[in-house]
């Protein structure tokens, strides 16, 4: 019994792991580690405008001064956006001095937050989300078309450089499924005839403009209804206009979204 097991371990052991033998997997269209290309690589270099270096200081400015590597995400969103949407490695090492740490620690945050893009893409980064309430309402019809409309398919970029198309993972829209994010702003209950309209649309440079409360459902849907309207909360007589549950709620937005970028924390 006891040889039995032994040879048994020995025949396990003999054989490769699984982790170390399998190929390096993509995640969310990036690698996990940096590949130089002729834009892309230690030669290739990076530096915040004299606007963005004033946003630069008032982010540093949040933290103690022995805390400074807590504006490394700040920094990196700051340099992805005047960088066209992604993040060359001489960005990722600009922030490193700045916030006095290694180069290391930048790559590890940027190469955990899929938020970072530190590939190419286009002016029209649109993600796709594919999890589950969106795909069962109809996101690979979605994807299908957006891929048909554009002639690229999923993790490509236009030939012109207009357009990237990356599904992702829940981007927190459920109960308006389907949608896209494409850069900053969602767009949500899609249908394949809103979806071509929409890519035509910023084709032109001409996107939806934001609402006072952000991006409108595509179907001109105001509130989270299933298709039946509502089903709970009903009331035996509607409450006369103006009514609010709370005296206190205030009912207005305290951000206009077309003026978020403008208005951030930095």
């Known amino acids: ?26 995640s969310g269209g990036n690698f996990p580690v940096h590949r130089d290309t002729d834009d892309n690589n230690a030669e290739t270099a990076f530096d915040f405008t004299p ?19 807590s504006a490394i995400i700040p920094l990196l969103d700051l340099a992805q956006r005047q960088h066209g949407g992604w993040l ?24 955990f937050y899929t938020m970072f893009n530190r590939e190419k893409v286009g002016k029209y980064f649109i993600q796709l989300c594919g999890t589950t309430p969106c795909m069962i309402c109809g996101s690979e019809e979605i994807k299908t078309t957006i891929e048909t409309h554009l002639g690229i398919k999923e993790g490509e970029t236009t030939a012109d450089g207009r357009f990237t198309l990356r599904e992702v993972e829940c981007l927190g829209a459920c109960s308006n499924a389907p949608m896209v994010q494409i850069n900053d702003d969602f767009y949500e209950n899609l249908t394949p005839e809103t979806t071509r309209q929409l890519l035509d649309a910023c084709k032109k440079d001409a996107p939806p403009p934001m609402s006072k409360w952000g991006s409108l459902p595509m179907n001109g849907q105001l ?9 709970s909360l009903l009331w035996a ?9 709370r005296p206190d709620s205030d009912l207005q937005p305290k951000v206009d979204p077309s003026k978020i970028k403008e208005e951030m924390l930095y």
């Open 237 to 245: 007589k509607h409450p006369p206009p103006g009514f609010r549950m």
């Open 1 to 26: 019994m006891l040889a039995r097991s032994v040879r048994s371990l020995a025949a396990a052991a003999a054989k490769p792991r699984a982790f170390h033998a399998s190929a390096v997997v993509r």
């Open 88 to 111: 060359p490695l001489a960005a990722m090492n600009k922030v490193a001095r700045i916030v006095d740490v290694k180069p290391i620690q930048v790559y590890e945050v940027a190469t």
């Open 223 to 231: 509130s989270c209804e299933g298709p039946q309207g509502k089903t």
């Open 51 to 69: 606007g963005n270096y004033e946003r630069v200081h008032a982010i540093l400015d949040r933290y103690p001064e022995n805390y400074k590597a």
